[in-house]
């Protein structure tokens, strides 16, 4: 069955970056987007970016542009998530998610908690 | 960028009630509204999608309704199991939005 599974909990201090894993199981990777949502604590769902693993193009939200980048391994069907000079603002649960009929999202990875503290 | 903006943040209703969310946009497009269910912990459940159209799994009880820029979620009848945060979303306009969140609990 489909699944994403994400790589587990980062702390890091403000300044640094964070690279977060997404493998995606269960479907041909190179025929869905895979989306970066992420959700501050007790906060909404913020979206973040997409990149399409087949050719690796990408679009970022403006408020992220120059911060983060995302890219894709075909071979081990797996999504990478950098967030750069982190501030404690971006400590958030991360999600990947799969992106179908435009930007509707069908599959969720369970989430990545990153925190942002001196 | 759209504005989502749902209303009730909050409803405590009891077994078996009917339940009505809605989401207004900041501006208007066809109907690619989804809606998503996320129960504390746990990542967001896609629910319905293009406004009214079921995912796969999700029980009848749910459903989904509008166009423009007015939407709505129902829950027919309020089970035990439902007690959640729901979310919509603007699925066509990028960047895709989202609303500010329901919270649903059982009275």
């Known amino acids: 069955q489909v699944q994403l599974m994400q790589s587990g909990a980062e702390v890091r201090k403000p300044g640094a970056s964070v690279n977060i894993s997404c493998k995606a199981l269960?479907?041909?990777?190179?025929?869905?987007?895979v989306h970066w949502v992420r959700q501050a604590p007790g906060q909404g769902l913020q979206w973040m970016g997409m990149?399409?693993?087949?050719?690796?193009?990408?679009d970022y939200a403006q408020q992220f542009q120059g911060r983060v980048t995302m890219t894709s391994d075909t071979s081990t069907s797996t999504v990478y998530m950098e967030l750069r000079r982190l501030r404690s603002e971006d400590t958030a649960v991360y999600y990947c998610a799969r992106g179908t009929d435009g930007y509707n999202f069908d599959y969720w990875g369970q989430g990545t908690l990153g925190t942002v503290s001196s | 960028d759209i504005q989502m903006t749902q209303s009730p943040s909050f409803v405590s209703s009891s077994i078996g009630d009917r339940v009505t969310i809605t989401c207004q946009a900041s501006q208007g497009f066809y109907n690619w509204l989804a809606w998503y269910q996320q129960k504390p912990g746990k990542a967001p459940k896609l629910l319905i999608y293009a406004a009214s159209t079921l995912q796969s799994g999700v029980p009848s009880r749910f459903s989904g309704s509008g166009s423009g820029t007015e939407f709505t979620l129902t829950i027919s009848s309020l089970q035990p199991e439902d007690v959640a945060t729901y979310f919509c979303?603007?699925?066509?306009?990028?960047?895709?939005?989202f609303g500010g969140g329901t919270k649903v609990e059982i009275k």
């Open positions: 979303q603007q699925a066509t306009i990028f960047p895709p939005t």
């Open positions: 990149i399409n693993p087949s050719g690796g193009s990408t």
């Open positions: 269960g479907y041909m990777f190179t025929s869905y987007y």
